[in-house]
């Protein structure tokens, strides 16, 4: 029999997954990560108590796995400081493969585990040239392969998604039917630091900073205003500006050196051109030649074909078919092939 750790965040999805894999036959091991707990580490967070309970039903034996230091060191300072330089970063896209499948697959093997399996909506196939890629989920509204096309093969190799040929509602379903006590909570749809969505907030709690402060400079050139600091704003944001118009304005760039943020019309977010860079490989080995693709610049934006050009090491040229916006630099442009990721790299400034 098989051991696998499913990582159990409290939810349905990871719950199901962990139902699932108890009644294929393998021998499941529920844990949970502990990796940001607002206010300090003196109680038990709600996603480690409802997992826990979970398991209990579940009757499998279960842990916690405390990486909210290794969190706040790679991925939550990495964010902030992400932003203070002018970028928008996803921060599940480099939380995935160094601590979700990196320090927690560590864990799992030390507890003699062969596989790990999360709720993800997504599929982990071996392809003919012996690599193993993420496929698109069978539900395409909950398809979850963009924020995990940085993992390894090591990783890949080593990883069970089960609800990934589901829809929600199959999943919603089952859970019920197994009397899993968490059958009707909620998604989360925030960034798991940041409940609140106000990432300025956070920004300013955690370094004392928002960056540069300068001015709103609009689609003539004219400044339109004064901000306290870069890393308030977003490419494509609209809310929250505080500038009087007499039409709707975006960001549509930031220089963090500068503290500039450019304003401009909706149309000024789109392009057909971006460079990438910090490739990382999936179904196809490294991109050294002029290919075809579809491409998502962002994780709920519909795929669009492009065509790739290496430009030099880990850096490459994207030609969209068709204008795609807001390219935000720091955001992931991930490439599909044949319903597989490819691969992908982080969007660079130009």
């Known amino acids: 029999m098989k051991k696998v750790v499913a990582a159990m965040s409290g939810g349905v999805d990871s719950s199901?997954?962990?139902?699932?894999?108890?009644?294929?036959?393998?021998?499941?091991?529920?844990?949970?990560?502990?990796?940001?707990?607002?206010?300090?580490?003196?109680?038990?967070?709600?996603?480690?108590?409802?997992?826990?309970?979970?398991?209990?039903?579940?009757?499998?034996?279960?842990?916690?796995?405390?990486?909210?230091?290794?969190?706040?060191?790679?991925?939550?300072?990495?964010?902030?400081?992400?932003?203070?330089?002018?970028?928008?970063?996803?921060?599940?896209?480099?939380?995935?493969?160094?601590?979700?499948?990196?320090?927690?697959?560590?864990?799992?093997?030390?507890?003699?585990?062969?596989?790990?399996?999360?709720?993800?909506?997504?599929?982990?196939?071996?392809?003919?040239?012996?690599?193993?890629?993420?496929?698109?989920?069978?539900?395409?509204?909950?398809?979850?392969?963009?924020?995990?096309?940085?993992?390894?093969?090591?990783?890949?190799?080593?990883?069970?998604?089960?609800?990934?040929?589901?829809?929600?509602?199959?999943?919603?379903?089952?859970?019920?039917?197994?009397?899993?006590?968490?059958?009707?909570?909620?998604?989360s749809q925030d960034i798991c630091f940041i409940p609140d969505g106000d990432h300025a907030a956070f920004i300013k709690r955690e370094t004392g900073s928002l960056g540069v402060p300068g001015c709103f400079i609009g689609p003539e050139g004219n400044v339109l205003g004064r901000h306290e600091g870069t890393a308030a704003y977003t490419i494509g944001q609209r809310r929250g500006l505080g500038i009087p118009a007499d039409r709707r304005l975006y960001v549509c760039g930031i220089d963090a050196a500068s503290g500039t943020v450019r304003l401009g019309d909706n149309e000024d977010l789109f392009s057909d051109t971006l460079l990438a860079e910090d490739l990382a490989y999936m179904a196809d080995a490294p991109f050294s030649e002029e290919r075809e693709y579809l491409a998502k610049v962002r994780y709920s934006q519909k795929s669009t074909p492009c065509r790739i050009r290496y430009v030099e090491e880990g850096r490459i040229h994207v030609t969209f078919a068709e204008k795609v916006r807001a390219a935000t630099p720091g955001q992931s442009v991930v490439f599909y092939r044949d319903g597989y990721v490819a691969g992908g790299g982080y969007i660079a400034p130009v």
């Open 16 to 187: 199901v997954c962990a139902w699932l894999l108890k009644e294929q036959g393998y021998e499941v091991i529920g844990a949970t990560m502990e990796l940001w707990q607002e206010g300090g580490s003196g109680m038990e967070s709600a996603a480690v108590s409802d997992a826990r309970r979970v398991a209990e039903v579940l009757d499998i034996p279960f842990h916690a796995v405390d990486l909210r230091d290794r969190f706040h060191e790679e991925v939550v300072r990495r964010f902030t400081g992400e932003y203070l330089q002018g970028r928008t970063p996803n921060p599940c896209i480099f939380c995935n493969p160094q601590l979700k499948w990196g320090a927690f697959l560590e864990r799992c093997r030390e507890l003699g585990a062969e596989y790990i399996a999360t709720g993800h909506y997504a599929r982990v196939e071996q392809l003919e040239n012996g690599r193993y890629a993420i496929r698109n989920s069978a539900a395409a509204a909950k398809d979850q392969t963009y924020v995990l096309y940085r993992l390894t093969q090591d990783q890949l190799a080593h990883t069970l998604l089960p609800v990934g040929d589901m829809t929600k509602d199959e999943v919603r379903r089952l859970a019920r039917e197994a009397g899993l006590p968490v059958a009707e909570k909620k998604d």
